[in-house]
Structure formats: C-alpha cells, structure tokens
C-alpha cells in the first residue's frame, strides 16, 4: 500500500536559520504530494502541493519540489521565523480521477527559537 | 476559500456518558467526510469515512459500535462517541474533499475536536 515516511522530530532551530524536512513516499502510479501544516491546538492546514513530477509547490516562504526518481517530497525554507513553529505533515493522494483517501506521515514537530 | 467548521472545540465529560462532534462544510457540499483521530506526537489514523445516504465505512480495528458516525446531509457529519472511557480522550478531526485543484485532490481539515474523559 501507500506509505509516507517522513523525518522525525523535533527540529529545533534558531530564527532565521534554513530548515529542511525531508519526506520519502512509496505509492504505485502518479500520487499527487502535499504538505500540511498543524499550529497548535488546531487543524491541519495545507501549506503547499505539488501534482507530477518536477513540480515545485510553494507557500508563505515554503518549497518542496516533486522527486519521482528519488521518491522524494522534502519541505524547505530558506529563513524560518518564530510563527513556523508547529506540527508538518507530508502527505499523499492518488490522483486516479474522483477522491482517494490521503495518507500521512507521522509529522515533525518544528520548534524555532528567537 | 473551502471551510470545515468543527464542534465543539473541546469537551469535558464524565465515563460512561455519550458524545457528539459536528463536522459541517460551509460553503460546499461534502458527499464524502473522513474523521481521523490523533494520538499525542503520533500522525492522524483515519477513522472512518462518512458517506451522505449510506452507512459509513470504517477501518480496520475501529468499532463501529463504539464510534458511531451520521452523515445526515450533504453539509454535516457527526461522530458520536458512546459510553466514552479515559482511554478514548483524544483529538479528533474531521476532513472534506472540498475539489480538485491544479489536478490535486484538495482535503478542507476542521479544527479538531479535544475529547477529555474523567
């Protein structure tokens, strides 16, 4: 089945340094890839996407380019500031035409200090 | 954009006594909502996936007895859990396909429920 396998947290950092989560996925065909974002105490929002291979999805400073050779989905951010903090999720979702259920990774918690 | 209103945000309650969360789509219609429950520092496991019209399906080791879920519009889905115990505190969040966007199955998330049971 499909899998997201995704770094383990937490990642503590200082304001302004380069962040990079990386995320691995197994799936059969073309999974369009996702990362969503988690503030405490709330829901998940989707923070960027990216549908075919070589894409670059992009949000609020944040990239993350589509790997297919590699499998590959890592979030990166060149300066995170103290409002980042929060839970990341790297996800998946068949693109198969209708709705498929999407599959999570486990999340990294990020921690950025002032 | 897409909304997910979820309620209520946090509940109290006493073991052995039922209770019910509203997951409600806005400004869409949602013939498909998933709920999804959180353990703390682990990632979400889905639950099950509610259906408007028709019975819900419900993964593996989930009991449908124990969590029941109504789809009663196109709109809203509630999950009741019944005769909570401690162990079912947890934080559940509803979810709605709310489109497809730049050919990507785009998932609208409520703000999650905080369930306590004394």
């Known amino acids: 089945g499909d899998s997201v396998t995704q770094m383990e947290g937490p990642v503590t950092l200082s304001e302004e340094a380069f962040l990079t989560i990386n995320c691995t996925y197994t799936?059969?065909?073309?999974?369009?890839l996702f990362w969503y974002v988690q503030y405490p105490g709330e829901g998940l929002q989707l923070l960027l996407k990216?549908?075919?291979?070589?894409d670059k999805g992009s949000n609020k400073g944040f990239e993350a380019t589509y790997r297919k050779e590699t499998t590959s989905f890592h979030l990166e951010k060149g300066s995170v500031q103290v409002s980042d903090s929060a839970v990341y999720f790297c996800?998946?979702?068949?693109?198969?035409?209708?709705?498929?259920?999407?599959?999570f990774g486990i999340g990294t918690k990020l921690q950025v200090i002032p | 954009g897409a909304v997910v209103s979820q309620h209520p945000s946090r509940v109290i309650c006493k073991s052995g006594t039922s209770v019910k969360i509203e997951c409600r789509s806005l400004?869409?219609?949602?013939?498909?909502m998933f709920w999804y429950r959180q353990f703390p520092k682990q990632s979400l496991m889905l639950m099950a996936t509610s259906n408007e019209g028709s019975k819900a399906t419900y993964e593996q080791g989930v009991e449908k007895d124990k969590f029941l879920i109504n789809h009663a519009s196109l709109t809203l889905s509630t999950l009741t859990v019944t005769s909570a115990h401690p162990e079912d505190s947890s934080f559940y969040i509803c979810?709605?396909?709310?489109?497809?966007?730049?050919?990507?199955?785009?998932?609208?998330f409520g703000a999650g429920s905080r369930l306590t049971v004394l």
């Open positions: 979810s709605a396909p709310s489109g497809v966007t730049a050919g990507a199955n785009v998932l609208t």
């Open positions: 400004d869409f219609q949602a013939t498909t």
């Open positions: 996800a998946l979702s068949p693109t198969q035409g209708g709705y498929q259920k999407v599959t």
């Open positions: 990216a549908t075919k291979a070589d």
């Open positions: 799936a059969t065909g073309y999974p369009s």
